[in-house]
């Protein structure tokens, strides 16, 4: 699977950004999609996870300003991303893992990675 993600940019605290991401290469109802970002001097952290079936699991972090979707028709799942703060810079990623029926928030269960896109959030 290739993961092509976009969408980044600069805002200021309280604006919206979408990313996206678009898969290729196979099936994209064998996957489950996730997205992650890692600031900087801080780990890579999970935020936001979406199954086929459009189950979704968020960081408490994010829960209630953040949006994973699906568009399985065009292999595209997509993080909408409201009242951004500072603390959400950082460089954001989406991944896939093979769905058997679980959602993961853990990096260790995702088996494919797109390059990431710079999201900074100013003060």
């Known amino acids: 699977v290739q993961l092509q993600a976009s969408g980044g940019g600069l805002v200021e605290a309280g604006g919206s950004l979408r990313l996206s991401c678009a898969a290729s290469?196979?099936?994209?109802?064998?996957?489950?999609m996730g997205w992650f970002r890692q600031g900087p001097g801080k780990e890579r952290e999970f935020v936001a996870a979406?199954?086929?079936?459009?189950?979704?699991y968020y960081a408490d972090s994010v829960e209630g300003r953040f949006t994973i979707s699906r568009d399985n028709a065009k292999n595209t799942v997509y993080l909408q991303m409201n009242s951004l703060k500072p603390e959400d810079t950082a460089l954001y990623y989406c991944?896939?893992?093979?769905?058997?029926?679980?959602?993961?928030?853990?990096?260790?269960?995702?088996?494919?990675w797109g390059q990431g896109t710079q999201v900074t959030v100013s003060s």
């Open positions: 991944a896939a893992y093979r769905d058997h029926g679980y959602i993961y928030r853990q990096a260790s269960a995702y088996d494919y």
């Open positions: 290469g196979r099936p994209f109802s064998m996957y489950g």
């Open positions: 979406a199954r086929w079936s459009g189950t979704t």
